[in-house]
Structures are given as structure tokens and as C-alpha cells.
């Protein structure tokens, strides 16, 4: 599997709070999967290109080009790419408490699969800062995933904006 991978250089006490693990792009292969079992890290990912398939627990998806998952800790994941195809996806993988506040207050809890939700400048704005290697950048990445979180939040509530 082809993969253009970054570590964010995160320093002190910060990242008891929110620990940004990896982050990154996933290139077309069909032979792509990957499978965690209970896993330990939220997993957030935007499809540029293709399809896939994405199960979390019992709950499948089938993410394509324009929309976004996110993947949450505690849960199985499995998920790979449409032989005929194949996703080009940008992801970034998180833990930590600030994560677990972000999910509960914007009510995300039950929230996977954002169909049409493009994070993909998001995304791709967390990457751009974890391949400068600074020193410490978290909280210009907890500024970006709060915007992150604000996009899934809205796309989640829209219907009930609507309503009013």
C-alpha cells in the first residue's frame, strides 16, 4: 500500500490532552485494508478519489469521492478500498481527552459516515503543518480540528437549522 505518512512533533503537556498520532494521504490500491480491533485512536479521513468500504462495529459505509468518516475510539474498524476503484483518502489519527469533549459537545457520538462533507482542506491543512516539523504546533492543530468538528457538527444539525 502506498502511503505519504507524517508524525506531529508534539511536546509537554499538551498532549495528554489531544495526542495527534499520524496523519497523511492513502494512494489508489486495491490491495489496501486495515483493521483495528478496539481501537484505541479516532480515526478521521476524507475521500478525494474512488470508493471503499468502511465498518465500524455492525455499521457499514460506503464512502466515495466527497465525503468524510470518522472513526471512533473504543470501536472495531475495518475498512479498504473498492477493487475497481480504489480511494485516494487523506486521514489524520488522534486520542485524548480534548477528542473525547469535541464528540460529546458537538454531539457526535453516534456520528460515522458524513456523506458530501468535504474536510479534505482541513485534512490537508493538518498535514501541511505536521510536514513543517516545528517544534510544537498543537494548538494551531486544535484550531483546525475544532473547524473540523464545527463542519461535522453543522452537516449533522442542518435539517434541524431547516426547521426553524
Not at 57 to 85: M, V, W
Amino acid at each position: 500500500m502506498k502511503e505519504e505518512l507524517y508524525r506531529i512533533n508534539q511536546k509537554g503537556k499538551m498532549q495528554d490532552l489531544i495526542k495527534f498520532h499520524l496523519c497523511g494521504t492513502t494512494f489508489p490500491d486495491k490491495t489496501y485494508k486495515i483493521r483495528r480491533l478496539v481501537s484505541p485512536i479516532w480515526c478521521l479521513e476524507y475521500v478525494e478519489e474512488g470508493c471503499g468500504t468502511v465498518v465500524q462495529n455492525e455499521d457499514t459505509y460506503f464512502p466515495k469521492a466527497g465525503d468524510s468518516y470518522f472513526l471512533h475510539a473504543g470501536k472495531d474498524h475495518y475498512y479498504f478500498s473498492d477493487q475497481r476503484d480504489p480511494w485516494k483518502k487523506h486521514f489524520i489519527n488522534l486520542s485524548g481527552k480534548l477528542v473525547e469533549n469535541l464528540v460529546e459537545g458537538y454531539g457526535l457520538s453516534n456520528c460515522s459516515y458524513f456523506m458530501g462533507l468535504d474536510l479534505g482542506n482541513e485534512i490537508k491543512q493538518i498535514i501541511e503543518i505536521a510536514k513543517q516539523e516545528r517544534p510544537d504546533c498543537t494548538p494551531e492543530l486544535i484550531g483546525v480540528l475544532n473547524k473540523i468538528f464545527l463542519k461535522m457538527h453543522d452537516d449533522v444539525h442542518k435539517y434541524d437549522a431547516s426547521s426553524n
